[in-house]
């Protein structure tokens, strides 16, 4: 069992930065993928950006490309989101999600597949 915990969310103005982490305890030894995914009020809950279990590779959908950045630090169970340029459609509940490896294509972004979710954190950007 892998137990996940978001922090890093809060206000802030359009353009500026925000770094979220995802500390990670429990069943930990295996080789886990780690995703963001963000919920806005009134809509699903939509992939951001994916790493896979040794960060070679990672995934973005298309409106954060060049803006957020995915990474890990394996030795410290903590997966980041940083978060730059932010825009006002940005605001969500931003969540994270572990997946056992091995993922295959288009499963990095999709729901289903991660087994474990933490509880959320929100962001949010003013004009």
């Known amino acids: 069992q892998v137990q996940l915990l978001e922090s890093g969310g809060g206000l802030v103005q359009a353009g500026g930065s925000l770094r979220l982490s995802c500390a990670a305890s429990?069943?930990?030894?295996?080789?886990?993928?780690m995703g963001w995914f963000r919920q806005a009020p009134g809509k699903e809950r939509e992939f951001v950006a994916a790493?896979?279990?040794?960060?070679?590779?990672?995934y973005y959908t298309d409106s954060v490309k060049g803006r957020f950045t995915i990474s890990r630090d394996n030795a410290k169970n903590t997966a980041y989101l940083q978060m730059t340029r932010l825009k006002p459609e940005d605001t969500a509940v931003y969540y994270c999600a572990a997946a056992r490896e091995p993922m295959y294509g288009n499963a990095w972004y999709r729901k289903l597949g991660y087994e474990y979710w933490g509880q959320g954190t929100q962001v949010t950007v003013s004009s």
């Open positions: 429990g069943g930990t030894g295996g080789s886990y993928g």
């Open positions: 790493i896979n279990w040794n960060g070679i590779s990672t």
